[in-house]
Nanobody
Framework: QVQLVESGGGLVQVGGSLRLSCAAS????????MGWFRRAPGKDREFVAGVSPSGGTTYLADSVKGRFTISRDNAKNTVYLQMNSLKPEDTAVYYC?????????????????WGQGTQVTVSS
């Protein structure tokens, strides 16, 4: 079993930065790909970023490339999402997720474990 707890969300002005953290617990967390997804009001949940078990490979949605960075610290069982140059369209609930098995994926169907989410609001 894997449990995920996100933190770091909040209210920020356009152009500002936030760093989300995802604390993971479970025996095999460090061997799983991890990802961040988001759901904006009235929209489907969408992929934001993914990271391989080792942290050596990362994936980013086109909409956040150049602004967001995903990383992980397996010693701390924590995954991070550094968000810079935030825009109003980044406003959403952000979810951390762990894959069922193996590496990261852009598809939410590969993920078996989800956190409760943390709200990010970017005001103009």
């Amino acid at each position: 079993q894997v449990q995920l707890v996100e933190s770091g969300g909040g209210l920020v002005q356009v152009g500002g930065s936030l760093r989300l953290s995802c604390a993971a617990s479970g025996r095999t967390v460090s061997s799983r790909g991890m990802g961040w997804f988001r759901r904006a009001p009235g929209k489907d949940r969408e992929f934001v970023a993914g990271v391989s078990p080792s942290g050596g490979t990362t994936y980013l949605a086109d909409s956040v490339k150049g602004r967001f960075t995903i990383s992980r610290d397996n010693a701390k069982n924590t995954v991070y999402l550094q968000m810079n140059s935030l825009k109003p369209e980044d406003t959403a609930v952000y979810y951390c997720a762990a894959v069922r098995v193996g590496g990261s994926s852009r598809s939410e169907y590969a993920y078996a474990y989800w956190g409760q989410g943390t709200q990010v609001t970017v005001s103009s």
